[in-house]
């Protein structure tokens, strides 16, 4: 792993030095092998009981927060699909005025936000952009399961290219329905706020402990910051529960999904395929039920994408701009 | 209370705009949050919290969103940590920020909210219309017209202490015709800052309060098992809402002097009235005039200024309308395809007066849309057609639009048409 930033924070240096106390419990009904609740669970850890938190809509909120049977131990409130920025930012705003002005205790208070592929990546990017240009700290996170997994698996704009969902399904004249290719959200939002201190990419499977630490770190370097986590979806993706560790893993392996982050500007990639090499996309995408329609073509064709990601872009899996610069 | 007393409610005495009167209000209730985006005519409020943030006079934080829907919901959840918290729109700007609008009543959170009264797109007018403010009338708002800039400063104040008042916990729309109001100047006393702190306690968000000393969980999905019961329970707070804002007025009158008479509407030269007219906003200026004009005439004619939409006085208003012969209805809004195609405030005051044995005559004008003036000639009109529907004379057609160009309105004639 590369370490571009040597800002000190509350590492957690092994599995075993992990906290036990859990903020997200029981009481929530995610499915089994719910990577998206391994997200809640793990930044609810890293960040601590001095924090407030807004989910949106999303299936975080809906299969989550059942009244009178919350996980959540932190303060949580329901905030709109759209909406994860601007709660946050006044969620921040009002403890920071009530600070200043006396009549709370002056404290660090964790602010998170977490929204959906959906809520986040599409209708609410406006208002994350919004969040990225404030001056509050608070952290956004965007979970990203490829799809509206509580509305019954619609593709979204993060959708991977070929996905069959509800509204993208394999038909007898058209075979690939989603022709989108997903959206770059971390990299558009990181290349867009320059102000931005942290963002990252992430996955709650792997590495081990990495996404608890990129919580921590963004918590420990400041003001406004996002991280994208990659999260395998059983229900929506097509597959065992069991396996949702190990296509988290495939999919980082392959580098469909790249691992960064970013601080102060420096990328450091947490898989790095220059050195580790890439397995091929098809290893990731034969294990899903979302991709049994694609033929041999529709493969080669995403590999290529994925290969141009890592071997053309200036800066690989962050922002797609080739060759350098050209005199005018 | 004192001579003494009195003199400090209020500190100094300025020109103000409808818009610069709020701002003053928010600066005197030391509010801690502040969510601004631009839209016309409310944002002249925003332009002068901005530099009153700026100069130093109010401690609060003031954040430009990137939208209303961003503007309303950052509020929202300010709100939601125990902050006291300021918004606002207009026109198409407040139903870009609907869905916000509704969660945050239904999340029981008292902010107050500007509404400068603007008309709907398409086609584009930055003028009054009412269909802005209307559109929250059944979602668990307060909301309240304000006629001078005086009463705008003065319903903020108000808004706020009946919004954030433990028994009722809505949000405040505090309506202010576009134009009409917040741009045209008043003299305006403004209250002393120690005064309002009597009136105006500090915002004590309780038990509800997100914070990690308080860890609650706030709008859990709760499905059929449990919506109907607080469905129920936001019912029960618009139901007490009345009685709160009925004290507050009392309080205010006593710390400010005698402001207020009844708080849901007032009534101008009624008490002799064969027939009156029911008007929001603005519209009570021309109106009062044509009242005092056509009485020199020996007619015998008021207005009655609603003030509180929501919650509507129904037994209030329907005691006081059951006085006259007839009632004409202003409408400065729409409702295509209602009941006798009327306005918002027809079937409202209709259905008010509904439970009385003997009913007045209702008549309903549409007019004033897009800012188009109202003048005390359409008024006069307006009285002289309920004058003779009171007399049982031209009840038909129940609903009139004044001030319309007939010929205009239906359009390029075929022969005309390219």
Same mark, same amino acid.
């Given at each position: 792993?590369t370490?571009?930033?040597?800002?000190?924070?509350d590492r957690?240096a092994?599995v075993?030095k992990?906290?036990?106390?859990?903020f997200?419990?029981?009481?929530?009904r995610t499915?089994q092998?719910?990577?998206?609740?391994?997200?809640?669970?793990?930044?609810?850890?890293?960040?601590g009981?001095?924090?407030?938190?807004?989910?949106?809509?999303?299936?975080?909120?809906?299969?989550?927060?059942?009244?009178?049977?919350?996980?959540?131990?932190?303060?949580?409130?329901?905030?709109?699909?759209?909406?994860?920025?601007?709660?946050?930012?006044?969620?921040?705003?009002?403890l920071?005025?009530?600070?200043?002005?006396g009549?709370?205790?002056?404290?660090?208070?964790?602010?998170?936000?977490f929204?959906?592929?959906?809520?986040?990546?599409?209708m609410?990017?406006s208002?994350?952009?919004?969040?990225?240009?404030?001056p509050?700290d608070?952290?956004i996170?965007?979970y990203?399961?490829?799809?509206a997994?509580?509305t019954?698996?619609?593709?979204?704009?993060l959708? &991977? $290219?070929?996905?069959?969902?509800?509204?993208?399904? #394999?038909?007898?004249?058209?075979?690939?329905? *989603?022709? =989108?290719?997903k959206?770059?959200?971390?990299g558009?939002?990181?290349?867009?706020?320059?102000?931005c201190?942290?963002?990252?990419?992430?996955?709650s499977a792997?590495?081990?402990?990495?996404?608890?630490n990129k919580?921590?770190?963004?918590?420990?370097v400041?003001?406004?910051?996002?991280?994208?986590?990659?999260?395998p979806?059983p229900?929506?993706?097509?597959?065992?529960?069991?396996?949702?560790?190990?296509?988290?893993?495939?999919?980082i392996?392959?580098?469909?999904f790249?691992?960064?982050e970013?601080?102060?500007?420096?990328?450091?990639y &947490? $898989?790095?395929?220059?050195k580790?090499?890439?397995? #091929?996309?098809?290893e990731?995408?034969?294990? *899903?039920g =979302?991709?049994?329609h694609?033929i041999?073509e529709?493969v080669?064709?995403?590999?290529?994408?994925?290969?141009?990601?890592?071997?053309?872009?200036?800066?690989?899996?962050?922002?797609?701009?080739k060759?350098?610069?050209?005199p005018a | 209370?004192?001579?003494?007393?009195?003199?400090?409610a209020?500190?100094?005495?300025?020109?103000?705009?409808?818009c610069?009167?709020?701002?003053?209000?928010?600066?005197?209730?030391?509010v801690?949050?502040?969510?601004a985006?631009?839209?016309r005519p409310?944002?002249?409020?925003?332009d002068?919290l901005?530099?009153?943030?700026?100069?130093?006079?109010?401690?609060?934080?003031?954040?430009?969103?990137?939208s209303e829907h961003?503007?309303?919901?950052?509020v929202?959840?300010?709100?939601?940590?125990?902050a006291?918290?300021?918004?606002?729109s207009?026109?198409?700007?407040?139903?870009?920020?609907?869905?916000?609008?509704?969660?945050t009543?239904?999340d029981?959170?008292?902010?107050?909210?500007?509404?400068?009264?603007r008309?709907?797109?398409?086609?584009?007018?930055?003028?009054?219309?009412?269909?802005?403010?209307?559109?929250?009338?059944?979602?668990?708002?307060?909301?309240?017209?304000?006629t001078?800039?005086?009463?705008?400063?003065?319903?903020?104040?108000i808004?706020?202490?009946v919004?954030e008042?433990?028994?009722?916990?809505?949000?405040?729309?505090?309506a202010?015709?576009g134009?009409?109001?917040?741009h045209?100047?008043h003299?305006?006393?403004?209250?002393?800052?120690e005064?309002?702190r009597?009136?105006?306690?500090?915002?004590?968000?309780?038990?509800?309060?997100?914070?990690?000393?308080?860890?609650?969980?706030?709008?859990?999905?709760?499905?059929?098992?449990?919506?109907?019961?607080?469905?129920?329970?936001?019912?029960?707070?618009a139901?007490r809402a009345r009685?709160v804002i009925?004290?507050?007025?009392?309080e205010?009158?006593?710390?400010?002097g005698?402001r207020?008479?009844?708080?849901?509407?007032?009534?101008?030269?009624?008490?002799?009235?064969?027939?009156v007219?029911?008007?929001l906003?603005?519209?009570a200026?021309?109106?009062?005039?044509?009242?005092?004009?056509?009485?020199?005439?020996?007619h015998r004619?008021?207005y009655v200024?609603?003030r509180?939409f929501?919650?509507?006085?129904?037994?209030?208003?329907?005691?006081s309308?059951?006085?006259?012969?007839?009632?004409?209805?202003?409408?400065?809004?729409?409702?295509?395809g209602?009941?006798?195609?009327g306005?918002?405030?027809?079937?409202?005051?209709?259905s008010c007066?509904?439970?009385?044995?003997?009913?007045p005559?209702?008549?309903?004008?549409?007019?004033?849309l897009?800012?188009?003036?109202?003048s005390?000639d359409?008024?006069t009109?307006?009285?002289?057609?309920?004058?003779a529907?009171?007399?049982?004379?031209?009840?038909?057609?129940?609903?009139?639009?004044?001030?319309v160009?007939e010929?205009?309105a239906?359009?390029?004639?075929?022969?005309?048409?390219p």
């Amino acid at each position: 792993m590369t370490q571009t930033s040597d800002l000190a924070f509350d590492r957690i240096a092994g599995v075993r030095k992990t906290p036990l106390e859990e903020f997200y419990a029981s009481g929530h009904r995610t499915c089994q092998g719910c990577e998206s609740a391994l997200v809640m669970r793990q930044f609810a850890k890293a960040s601590g009981p001095r924090t407030v938190v807004t989910g949106s809509t999303g299936c975080m909120y809906v299969a989550n927060t059942s009244y009178m049977t919350t996980p959540w131990v932190v303060p949580w409130m329901h905030t709109q699909l759209g909406a994860a920025g601007p709660s946050a930012i006044g969620m921040a705003a009002g403890l920071r005025a009530l600070m200043r002005k006396g009549r709370i205790a002056q404290e660090r208070i964790n602010v998170i936000s977490f929204c959906g592929d959906l809520g986040g990546g599409d209708m609410g990017l406006s208002g994350i952009s919004g969040a990225l240009q404030s001056p509050y700290d608070l952290l956004i996170i965007l979970y990203d399961n490829e799809s509206a997994a509580n509305t019954d698996i619609q593709a979204t704009g993060l959708t &991977t $290219y070929g996905a069959q969902t509800t509204f993208t399904p #394999p038909g007898k004249v058209h075979r690939v329905m *989603q022709r =989108r290719w997903k959206k770059n959200v971390a990299g558009m939002l990181a290349v867009g706020h320059p102000t931005c201190r942290y963002v990252a990419t992430a996955c709650s499977a792997y590495p081990p402990l990495d996404f608890l630490n990129k919580v921590r770190k963004a918590l420990a370097v400041g003001g406004p910051t996002f991280i994208h986590t990659f999260d395998p979806c059983p229900k929506g993706w097509d597959y065992h529960p069991s396996y949702s560790h190990e296509l988290g893993e495939l999919g980082i392996k392959c580098g469909i999904f790249p691992l960064y982050e970013i601080v102060d500007g420096r990328v450091s990639y &947490t $898989y790095d395929p220059k050195k580790k090499g890439r397995i #091929p996309v098809r290893e990731y995408l034969e294990k *899903q039920g =979302r991709f049994a329609h694609l033929i041999d073509e529709d493969v080669a064709y995403i590999q290529r994408r994925v290969d141009a990601m890592w071997e053309e872009w200036e800066i690989p899996g962050v922002a797609p701009l080739k060759g350098g610069l050209r005199p005018a | 209370m004192t001579l003494a007393e009195k003199t400090i409610a209020y500190e100094r005495e300025e020109l103000l705009t409808g818009c610069q009167a709020v701002a003053q209000a928010v600066r005197l209730a030391d509010v801690d949050v502040i969510a601004a985006y631009p839209i016309r005519p409310y944002t002249e409020v925003m332009d002068n919290l901005s530099r009153i943030i700026a100069d130093g006079q109010l401690d609060a934080e003031y954040i430009v969103a990137d939208s209303e829907h961003s503007q309303f919901e950052i509020v929202k959840h300010a709100s939601s940590v125990g902050a006291r918290a300021f918004a606002g729109s207009s026109g198409t700007g407040w139903m870009y920020g609907f869905e916000a609008l509704v969660v945050t009543a239904t999340d029981r959170l008292p902010v107050l909210f500007l509404v400068g009264n603007r008309a709907l797109d398409d086609p584009g007018a930055f003028g009054v219309e009412h269909n802005d403010a209307l559109a929250i009338r059944d979602m668990g708002w307060l909301l309240c017209w304000a006629t001078t800039a005086q009463e705008a400063l003065e319903h903020v104040l108000i808004g706020y202490r009946v919004a954030e008042d433990p028994r009722v916990r809505m949000p405040m729309a505090l309506a202010l015709d576009g134009a009409f109001l917040t741009h045209s100047q008043h003299m305006v006393r403004v209250p002393a800052a120690e005064t309002v702190r009597r009136f105006l306690p500090p915002f004590d968000l309780g038990d509800r309060r997100l914070h990690p000393d308080n860890p609650i969980s706030i709008a859990p999905q709760v499905n059929e098992d449990w919506v109907m019961e607080l469905r129920r329970q936001n019912w029960e707070a618009a139901r007490r809402a009345r009685r709160v804002i009925e004290q507050a007025y009392r309080e205010f009158n006593e710390l400010f002097g005698e402001r207020y008479g009844t708080p849901f509407f007032d009534e101008y030269m009624t008490d002799d009235a064969e027939v009156v007219l029911v008007g929001l906003g603005t519209v009570a200026m021309p109106a009062r005039t044509a009242v005092r004009r056509l009485r020199e005439h020996g007619h015998r004619v008021g207005y009655v200024n609603l003030r509180w939409f929501r919650p509507f006085p129904g037994p209030e208003l329907r005691a006081s309308l059951a006085r006259f012969r007839a009632v004409g209805v202003i409408d400065r809004d729409f409702a295509h395809g209602s009941p006798d195609d009327g306005g918002v405030l027809l079937h409202e005051v209709r259905s008010c007066l509904y439970p009385l044995p003997e009913r007045p005559q209702v008549l309903n004008f549409l007019t004033g849309l897009g800012g188009r003036d109202i003048s005390i000639d359409d008024v006069t009109s307006m009285y002289e057609q309920t004058l003779a529907a009171g007399r049982g004379r031209a009840l038909e057609p129940a609903v009139r639009w004044i001030g319309v160009r007939e010929e205009a309105a239906r359009g390029v004639p075929e022969e005309r048409r390219p």
